[in-house]
């Protein structure tokens, strides 16, 4: 009998990690579903509603949005389900031997993207296409990084923070908590937490309630 695999998402980013999932071999013999908490009654999804879902499962977070992505897991975690988060790491791209994932942290790493030597990744962060994240340099909890961005050695991203698409973050540099760095920006000094990072070279300003969703 095949275990269920629950894809948390009903986006374009759901559809490209199941695409991973169908290439992974950690995830032969799942039987996948998805699971979008926002989805209408109407909705074809077969499990739309929480106490629907199987009752022993294991599952990923295909949202883009950190604070949401942080919201769905702890409802998934505080419904008292038996449920495991897993990893999904494409096999076309590059990860050191010495770098830090922890085993079911619910991480998401996409195509092309380098991950180079003693870079720990926090829970359920999302790497994407074709990022760098250079040594020695911690990404938190719920963080995203976008496609193309460039994170240079010894840099810290903390937790829920949001970096945008073909964003540059220079070394030796700490990216506070809840921070969105625009896409394109060069980072070039520190951002303290709640902070929004735009531009080259990058301005930091406090995060404002419209800037709270960075997709």
Known sequence: MKSSLIIVGSGRLAFQVAD???????????????????????????FQRLDSLPRHFDYLIAVGNPSQRRDEAHRIIGAGISATAINIISSNCYIAENTIIAKNSGVVILPRAIISTKVSIGQFALIGSGAIIEHDSSIGEYCTIGPGAVICGEVEVGNLSFVGANSTIVQKLSIGCSCIIGAGAVVTKKVEDGHLGIGNPCRVKRKEAEDCNPL
């Open 20 to 46: 991973l999932i169908l290439e992974s071999e950690l995830c032969k013999g799942y039987e996948a579903f998805s699971y979008c908490r926002h989805a209408p009654p109407s909705s074809p999804t077969p």
